[in-house]
C-alpha cells in the first residue's frame, strides 16, 4: 500500500500541531463562533471608502477567472470553454482558442487562469482545465500563448502538468485556482473529487495545493516531499484540502493564503504553509464519503486550524485577492472573498501573524450581482469581479474606490 500523510508527514509538519492548537486558543479556527458567516455585519465600517461598480462585459456563461496584462487587457475565460478579452479601450472581444478536448461537467470545466510573471516577453499564460483523453478524463494545467492583437491563444505545453483527478461522473470538487507565490513558483488548488481519502493521500494530486515550476511543470525546488518515493507527493505544498477555490499572495510578503467551500459545516480561509495538513478527512469507516465531519479535524496529526471558517450557514467561498493601494483608505491590505451561497463579498482583515482581526460584507456588492466566483486585484490598484450566475446573465466587474 502506498504511502499516506500519516506516514509521510512526520518531517515537514513537525510542530505543527502546536500552531493548530495556538490557533485553536486565539479562536481562529473555532467553526461556528463569533469569527463565523453570522458575525460578519453587512454593513461598512465607518472609515470605508465609498466603491463605485461598473460593468465592464456582461452576457457572459460563468466566466471563472480574469487577469490583467501589462497594457490594460483584461483576459477571462468561462467554464464552458472559451476566452474573452477587454481590450484598454473597452472593446470586448472573443479570442479564438482550441478546446476541443475539454471536459466540462458539473463544477470542472475550464477553470483557473493565470498570466505569466514576464508576460510581456513571451506572452504566456496558465490555464487549470478538465480533458477529456484517451483512457478517461483528468485535469490538467495547460500553457498558452496569445498574439499580440488578442485574437488567438495557442497551446504552449499541452500539459504542463497532467495527472490530476477528476470526478468524471459528476466533475464535482474539481478545484482549481492558479496563482504565483513570491519566488516565481506556479501554486495549483485542486479539489478532492469527492473521494473520501483523496485529502490525506500524498501519493494523488487531489485535494492539494501543488507547487511547481512554471518553466518545465516540474516540481518546485524545496517542496516538502520533494525526495519522496512516489512522484506525485513531490508536487505536494499542502494537503488536506476538500476543494481550494482561491489562492492570494499577500502584497510585500510570501504569505500565501487560500479558501476552500466546505460541507454543510464549514467553508475556510486558510494560512499555507509548507508541508502542513488543514485537515480534512472525510474518509468513512465504510469508504464511503462522510460530509459530516469537520473541515479540519484538530485531532488529526499535525492539522491546521483555519484563519476564518463560516461555521453553518456556510456561505460558499470562492477566489480571493488583497487590496493594495493608498486609494482603498481603510480597505488597503484587506483580503476579499468571492461569496456564491449568500451573493456577495466578504471582507476579512488578517494580522500579520494570520490572526482575523475583523470581517464585514461590503454593502455595495451585497445581493447586488448574484454569486461571485473571483475577485482579483489589477496592478492598477482596480478590483475585478466576476459574477457566477449562469444562462449567460453573467458579467464582469470594476470595482474601484470613489474620489
Not at 477529456?132 to 500563448?145: L, P, R, S
Not at 477566489?319 to 484587506?334: H, I, N, P, Q, V
Not at 475583523?358 to 456588492?365: G, H, I, K, M, Y
Amino acid at each position: 500500500m502506498p504511502p499516506t500523510a500519516r506516514t509521510l508527514a512526520a518531517g515537514p509538519c513537525r510542530g505543527a500541531g502546536v500552531l493548530a492548537l495556538l490557533l485553536a486558543l486565539t479562536g481562529c479556527s473555532a467553526a461556528g463562533s463569533a469569527d463565523g458567516a453570522d458575525a460578519a455585519p453587512t454593513s461598512a465600517p465607518a472609515d470605508a471608502p465609498a466603491l463605485q461598480v461598473d460593468v465592464l462585459a456582461d452576457g457572459l456563461d460563468h466566466p471563472w477567472d480574469v487577469a490583467r496584462a501589462p497594457d490594460g487587457t483584461l483576459l477571462l475565460d468561462e467554464r464552458a470553454g472559451g476566452f474573452t478579452a477587454v481590450l484598454a479601450d473597452g472593446t470586448v472581444q472573443p479570442v479564438a482558442a482550441d478546446f476541443d478536448d475539454l471536459f466540462a461537467t458539473g463544477e470542472t470545466g475550464l477553470m483557473g487562469l493565470v498570466l505569466d510573471p514576464d508576460f510581456a516577453a513571451g506572452r504566456r499564460f496558465y490555464t487549470c482545465q478538465g480533458v477529456q483523453q484517451t483512457g478517461g478524463a483528468e485535469i490538467q494545467v495547460v500553457a498558452w500563448t496569445v498574439d499580440e492583437t488578442w485574437s488567438v491563444a495557442t497551446r504552449a505545453d499541452d500539459p504542463l502538468l497532467g495527472g490530476i483527478p477528476v470526478n468524471r461522473s459528476s466533475g464535482r470538487h474539481g478545484g482549481c485556482r492558479l496563482r504565483f507565490d513570491a519566488g516565481g513558483q506556479l501554486m495549483v488548488g485542486t479539489g478532492d473529487n469527492a473521494v473520501g481519502s483523496n485529502a490525506q493521500d500524498l501519493t494523488t494530486l487531489a485535494g492539494k495545493v501543488l507547487r511547481i515550476d512554471p518553466a518545465t511543470g516540474a516540481p518546485s525546488p524545496g517542496n516538502p516531499w520533494a525526495d519522496a518515493p512516489d512522484p506525485a507527493s513531490r508536487y505536494v505544498y499542502s494537503y488536506g484540502h476538500r476543494n481550494v477555490q482561491g489562492i492570494a499572495l499577500q502584497p510585500g510578503t510570501d504569505v500565501v493564503y487560500t479558501a476552500e467551500q466546505g460541507t454543510t459545516r464549514d467553508d475556510e480561509v486558510n494560512r499555507s504553509s509548507p508541508g502542513a495538513n488543514y485537515g480534512y478527512d472525510p474518509d468513512g469507516d465504510d469508504g464511503d464519503y462522510d460530509e459530516s465531519v469537520p473541515m479540519t479535524d484538530l485531532g488529526l496529526p499535525s492539522a491546521v486550524g483555519a484563519v476564518w471558517s463560516s461555521g453553518d450557514p456556510t456561505i460558499a467561498t470562492s477566489g480571493l485577492t488583497f487590496l493594495a493601494g493608498d486609494a482603498w483608505g481603510s480597505y488597503d491590505g484587506l483580503l476579499v472573498v468571492g461569496v456564491q451561497k449568500d451573493t456577495g463579498l466578504l471582507a476579512l482583515e488578517v494580522a500579520d501573524d494570520g490572526t482575523l482581526v475583523r470581517q464585514f460584507r461590503v454593502p455595495e456588492l451585497e445581493d447586488a450581482h448574484g454569486r461571485l466566483r473571483t475577485p482579483q486585484a489589477g496592478e492598477d490598484g482596480v478590483l475585478y469581479v466576476t459574477t457566477d450566475n449562469g444562462d449567460g446573465e453573467d458579467q464582469l466587474l470594476r470595482v474601484t474606490p470613489r474620489g
